[in-house]
């Protein structure tokens, strides 16, 4: 390469930087991870408000969410917003809410984040292949399965798995 040429390229060089480095952006963020910053006080005290968190979008390429998962969708029938909740069941688990008792598939769950308000009752459903059932953990003002008439999140519909907290501290979740 002649001199002239090269002098030419570190003209350019900066640019060609900053392309690649927005490209290597904007492919980690659509197909990697994306941040999120929590709105709402469904999540809380897990997740507060204007908390920022790292989705992660290949957790669930190999595998399927499990009980206690915190995940992001869509759910267009119930809003055009980004959701985090907690998956509560799986595909085929029966879900049953008696007097702010959560019992899956005929056993009482126990775990803090099921700690219902007693007033809140939910006949038995069958969750159906390829769908999730998800609570917000602060129930009094989650917007989530208990209250929706489409009660199940479709796989189609999940964007990834809640794996830090990044803002205001740093913490591994799930």
């Known amino acids: 390469m002649s001199a002239s040429k090269k002098g030419r390229f570190k003209d350019y060089q900066p ?23 929590i709105v709402g006080q469904s999540m809380e005290p897990t997740l507060s408000e204007n908390n920022w968190v790292v989705v992660s979008r290949l957790a669930y390429q ?13 759910k267009d029938d119930v809003t055009d917003e980004v959701l985090v909740k907690r998956v509560i069941g ?14 899956i598939n005929g056993r009482v769950v126990t775990a803090s984040f099921a700690s219902l308000p ?9 969750i159906p292949t390829g769908s ?5 953990d602060n ?9 929706w008439d489409n009660p199940f999140v479709s796989e189609d519909d999940l964007i990834g798995k809640v ?9 591994v979740l799930n």
């Open 90 to 103: 799986c595909p085929y688990d029966v879900i049953e809410i008696k007097q702010g008792e959560l019992i």
């Open 139 to 147: 129930h009094q003002v989650s917007n989530d399965s208990s209250v």
């Open 118 to 126: 007693q007033e809140l009752s939910m006949e038995a459903i069958t």
């Open 15 to 37: 640019l060609v930087i900053a392309l690649v480095a927005l490209l290597l952006a904007f492919l980690c963020s659509n197909y990697v991870f994306m941040l999120f910053r």
């Open 62 to 74: 190999r595998t399927s969410p499990h009980m206690g998962d915190l995940i992001t969708f869509r």
């Open 132 to 136: 999730y059932f998800v609570l917000g």
């Open 163 to 171: 794996s830090l907290l990044i803002y205001p501290t740093f913490e």
